[in-house]
Nanobody, 115 residues
Framework: QVQLVESGGGIVQPGGSLRLSCAAS????????MGWYRQAPGKQRELVAV???????TYGGAMQGRVTISRDNAQNTVYLQANSLEPEDTAVYLC?????????WGQGTQVTVSS
């Protein structure tokens, strides 16, 4: 069983930046893919970015160009640097991991962009 713990959310002003972290534990094997999704109230969950163990990245359309995903394989940790945040980016940001044919989700961290 893989546990994911996110951190780094909070309240930020429009135009500001945040760095989210997600640490995975409990995996007996390497984690193939780690990434971030987000879900705003009344909206579907959407991809922000994912990264595989070789560093290959895929970005969703909503935040592309404003976010950078990275990971530390030795620490089983994935990071999301988000810049130029807009009120529309307000959402719960959820960490995701895929390993041994299963997906795991974190509890999420709230990001609120407001002046």
């Amino acid at each position: 069983q893989v546990q994911l713990v996110e951190s780094g959310g909070g309240i930020v002003q429009p135009g500001g930046s945040l760095r989210l972290s997600c640490a995975a534990s409990g995996s007996r094997f390497g984690i193939a893919v780690m990434g971030w999704y987000r879900q705003a109230p009344g909206k579907q969950r959407e991809l922000v970015a994912v990264i595989n163990s070789e560093g290959r990245t895929t970005y969703g359309g909503a935040m592309q160009g404003r976010v950078t995903i990275s990971r530390d394989n030795a620490q089983n940790t994935v990071y999301l640097q988000a810049n130029s945040l807009e009120p529309e980016d307000t959402a719960v940001y959820l960490c995701n991991a895929y390993t041994i044919a299963r997906y795991y989700w974190g509890q999420g961290t709230q990001v609120t962009v407001s002046s």
